[in-house]
């Protein structure tokens, strides 16, 4: 299985700050990679996929980038409602598709 | 509007069976491939099946091959897992998600049910 990774683990921020989070896999997924941002208690909600296209109804402060094994998402100004985890996820080698270990988002 | 409300979890020992639900509405439920992902207490997601429109493909993981069966009727908008053989590694909040687009089986996951726990333990 192709392994993802994320880092950071966990990360501190505030509100107005610019942020990225950053997806390793262990072998080239060209550009199948999506991000999920997931709320406690909530289901995860897609974000970003094909390594950069913006899902409808996501606000453009999102943004993805990357291909072959390095990605990145990216909040360009976080807002109170952004603080929560984020998933990153290759769909390239299907069907056996891997999440990464998440990252938490905090105030 | 897009809906999955997923059913059917619950309390159940080890080696036990349960059959989940996922009732799809507000989209044409034959013609979008459809998945089912886990996530244990405190965890992170796991994939764990996926079928295609017609049913023709399907795929498990490795941890749920030959314990857990998906299926679907398109008939009643509706997914189906059955899980047999349950282990207490089985314990997970259940997400029944459709595939982003109809053009085969992308594993994108555009949208969620609101998931149901199903919790193994005597």
């Known amino acids: 299985d192709i392994q993802m990774t994320q880092s950071p683990s966990s990360l501190s921020a505030s509100v107005g700050d610019r942020v990225t989070i950053t997806c390793r896999a262990s072998q080239s997924i060209n550009y199948y990679l999506n991000w999920y941002q997931q709320k406690p208690g909530k289901a995860p909600k897609l974000l970003i996929y094909a390594a950069s296209s913006l899902q409808s109804g996501v606000p453009s402060r999102f943004s993805g980038s990357g291909s072959g094994t390095d990605f990145t998402l990216t909040i360009s100004s976080l807002q109170p409602e952004d603080f929560a985890t984020y998933y990153c996820q290759q769909s390239y080698s299907n069907p056996s598709i891997t999440f990464g270990q998440g990252t938490r988002l905090e105030i | 509007e897009v809906q999955l409300v997923e059913s059917g979890g619950g309390l159940v020992k080890p080696g036990g069976s349960l059959r989940l639900s996922c009732a799809a509405s507000g989209f044409t439920f034959s013609t979008y491939s459809m998945n089912w992902v886990r996530q244990a207490p405190g965890k992170g997601l796991e994939w764990v099946s996926s079928i295609s429109s017609n049913s023709n493909y399907i795929y498990y993981a490795d941890s749920v091959k030959g314990r857990f069966t998906v299926s679907r009727d398109n008939a009643k908008n509706s997914l189906y897992l059955q899980m047999n053989s349950l282990r207490a590694e089985d314990t997970a909040v259940y997400y029944c998600?459709?595939?982003?687009?109809?053009?085969?089986?992308?594993?994108?996951?555009?949208?969620w049910g609101q998931g149901t726990l199903v919790f193994v333990s005597s």
């Open positions: 998600a459709r595939d982003l687009s109809t053009r085969g089986m992308t594993y994108d996951f555009d949208y």
